[in-house]
């Protein structure tokens, strides 16, 4: 989601790439929909391991979730700035439908927050 928020919010000024240490092989659907329905671009999500960006020079390295911190993380090239942004995973809620939905609205607009605040 930070991925989709970060590049359509920003206009341009920034572009997000989003990768994970155990990457599922899928975006899930939740998120999907719950950038649907803020009305966030999506363009082409997709799964990614972090080892795909290891050669690429980023300016910052933002964490999302509340396990990020404690993993290790890829030495990226050259000098950058690093963020946490202590974050629930929504896809760990269980029970009702309202509850799942709550947890991811509840990711979106932490993030939201955070982008609007930190970034823009």
Not at 58 to 78: H, N, R, Y
Not at 93 to 116: G, P, V, W, Y
């Amino acid at each position: 989601m930070a991925e989709a928020l970060i590049n359509t919010l920003g206009k341009g000024r920034y572009e997000a790439v989003s990768a994970g240490s155990n990457p599922t092989g899928s975006v899930h659907p939740k998120s999907i929909e719950t950038l649907k329905r803020h009305n966030i671009d999506i363009h082409d999500p997709q799964s990614k391991s972090w080892d795909v960006f290891a050669d690429r020079h980023f300016d910052l390295v933002i964490t999302v979730c509340d396990a990020a911190a404690a993993e290790s993380c890829p030495v990226f090239l050259g000098q950058h700035e690093k963020l946490h942004w202590s974050t629930p995973d929504p896809a760990a809620a269980t029970s009702t439908q309202e509850d799942i939905n709550a947890a991811f609205d509840e990711a979106f607009n932490l993030l939201k927050h955070r982008i609007e605040s930190e970034l823009l």
